[in-house]
T-cell receptor, first 115, second 112 residues
Framework: EPEVTQTPSHQVTQMGQEVILRCVPISNHLYFYWYRQILGQKVEFLVS????????KSEIFDDQFSVERPDGSNFTLKIRSTKLEDSAMYFCASSGKTFTYNEQFFGPGTRLTVL | DQQVKQNSPSLSVQEGRISILNCDYTNSMFDYFLWYKKYPAEGPTFLISISSIKDKNEDGRFTVFLNKSAKHLSLHIVPSQPGDSAVYFCAAKGSAGNNLFFGTGTRLTVIP
């Protein structure tokens, strides 16, 4: 069964460093998402991406964040200058073939620890 | 931001009995609702969904009920199995956007 994959599973970084989290969505899906879950809190939407551009973003997704689909299979989330409060599980998701998809399929997550 | 609420952080049920997980929402613009199951160190796994034009959707042991007037949905698992033990998240989506709003989750423990 096709699945979303994410690498690395765990990333440790120093505050102020840049990190790139990688995802391979389900092939032939058209919509891609990043969510995060801070320990003990709910899963929160960050950004959605369709047709090579951001379609929606939350207020969490500020100028420190960017997304890219560099090669037609990978989908990346970059945090330019990490802060302590960026420590969280980051989940990639993908959905749809048509605009009426609704079910989003999630990857296993990357645990980001900022020291 | 408490648009989707799961007021029970945990639930314990005997194997073979029914598990009922509840979810409330406040935004009347939500038109699609989903339930996800999550094991530790894994991502949420899609279980079942329901459109706001329906009041029930069934898939095997899982049934989701939607009461729009009460802004309430529930997930029924019958019969419950030990492998169902996980955290269950309710999520909702509006017609205008793609992002999902999640509840805080309910940890279900099915006792053998």
């Amino acid at each position: 069964e096709p699945e979303v994959t994410q690498t690395p599973s765990h990333q440790v970084t120093q505050m102020g460093q840049e990190v790139i989290l990688r995802c391979v969505p389900i092939s032939n899906h058209l919509y891609f998402y990043w969510y995060r879950q801070i320990l003990g809190q709910k899963v929160e939407f960050l950004v959605s991406f369709y047709n090579n551009e951001i379609s929606e973003k939350s207020e969490i997704f500020d100028d420190q964040f960017s997304v890219e689909r560099p090669d037609g299979s990978n989908f990346t989330l970059k945090i330019r200058s990490t802060k302590l409060e960026d420590s969280a599980m980051y989940f990639c998701a993908s959905s749809g073939k048509t605009f009426t998809y609704n079910e989003q399929f999630f990857g296993p997550g990357t645990r980001l620890t900022v020291l | 931001d408490q648009q989707v609420k799961q007021n029970s952080p945990s639930l314990s049920v005997q194997e073979g009995r029914i598990s009922i997980l509840n979810c409330d929402y406040t935004n009347s613009m939500f038109d699609y609702f989903l339930w996800y199951k999550k094991y530790p160190a894994e991502g949420p796994t899609f279980l079942i969904s329901i459109s706001s034009i329906k009041d029930k959707n069934e898939d095997g042991r899982f049934t989701v009920f939607l009461n729009k007037s009460a802004k309430h949905l529930s997930l029924h698992i019958v019969p419950s199995q030990p492998g169902d033990s996980a955290v269950y998240f309710c999520a909702a989506k509006g017609s205008a956007g793609n992002n999902l709003f999640f509840g805080t989750g309910t940890r279900l423990t099915v006792i053998p």
